[in-house]
């Protein structure tokens, strides 16, 4: 069993506090904490992280005991250190005393090859050593549909930016690979991380990844299993009519899930999941969670 927290709400801090206390762990004390985000761009949410939704992680993990944060996160197609300006992820930075890597000018050493069992990249991949060498990894995602191929973008897809894009051809053996959505799992098989919250105030319902049809969700989903947390996020785009992709057919089938659970990343049925809440309008969510399942 894994748990998995479900907030309703449309207040991110809360969203962020309620998510640590549900799940009551604390994975960070006494840890060099490497913080991943989703600024897949610096558009705004739920296109990339809020900065209210990072700014209380950090409040959060700096109150638990983190020895040090770096926020280590690569952009595209935007140029990252333009989207790091424009999220004022520097400003951030100066107020929380948090190292920044932009992995988009990662040196080759600070890059290690990963090639998981069955795996359907041609050759593996290149992968970011500030994960693979963390003591502990935290991250947050949005709730979103990915119109090129992905067909959502929630927390496995969040790791695509640990795989180096510029003056390399993973992104385009991955954006024209039939097997993207199992690629997309696979990068997950590479790493371990200790918490993922996801900040759904705001979906893209089609589209995404950068822009989309906008829906209010009003939710915040939190766990350590991503497999459990994307198969709720598919199921809460599906309660607000997403696209054919997305919708049809058992959630445990969809590609990036099917995959995962094949890789062993996280469970493999939703029996798995115990939902903890905070209130009667999350149970009711959660109910309404359930029902997609079945």
């Not at 990894?137 to 897809?157: A, D, N, P, R, W």
């Not at 790791?159 to 385009?172: D, E, K």
């Not at 995959?259 to 309008?281: H, P, Q, Y």
Request: hydrophobic share 40%; charged share 25%.
């Amino acid at each position: 069993m894994t748990k998995v927290a479900v907030i309703s709400t449309s207040d991110r801090i809360y969203g962020v506090d309620k998510s640590f206390e549900l799940l009551g762990i604390n994975p960070v004390r006494g840890k060099k904490v490497v913080l991943k985000p989703n600024f897949n761009t610096a558009d705004p949410p739920p296109a990339s992280t809020h900065m209210d939704t990072l700014r209380q992680i950090l409040v959060r993990i700096q109150e638990m005991g983190a020895v040090s944060v770096t926020v280590a996160e690569r952009c595209g197609p935007a140029d990252t250190e333009e989207a790091f300006k424009r999220k004022g992820l520097y400003e951030l930075a100066e107020e929380f005393k948090f190292g920044i890597v932009n992995l988009s000018t990662a040196p080759e050493e600070e890059w290690v090859m990963k090639n998981p069992e069955g795996s359907h990249w041609e050759n593996g991949f290149l992968f970011a050593k500030v994960y693979d060498d963390a003591e502990c990894v935290i991250e947050t995602c949005c709730l979103k549909t990915h119109q090129y191929g992905g067909h959502f973008t929630l927390s496995m897809k969040n790791a695509t930016a640990l795989v180096p894009r510029n003056g390399y051809r993973y992104m385009r053996e991955l954006h024209s690979s039939p097997h993207q959505r199992k690629m997309i799992a696979e990068i997950n098989a590479a790493y371990k991380w200790d918490l993922v919250i996801m900040d759904g105030v705001l979906a893209f319902v089609d589209g995404g990844p950068m822009s989309g049809t906008l829906r209010e969700a009003n939710v915040f989903v939190a766990g350590t299993d991503k497999v459990a947390i994307d198969a709720v996020g598919v199921a809460l785009l599906r309660m607000l009519g997403t696209t054919p992709e997305v919708s049809n057919g058992p959630i445990f089938e969809q590609e990036q899930i099917a995959r995962a659970v094949e890789l062993g990343i996280g469970i493999s049925s939703s029996d798995e999941i115990e939902f903890v809440t905070d209130s009667s309008e999350s149970d009711e969510l959660v109910e309404r969670i359930r029902a997609q399942f079945s």
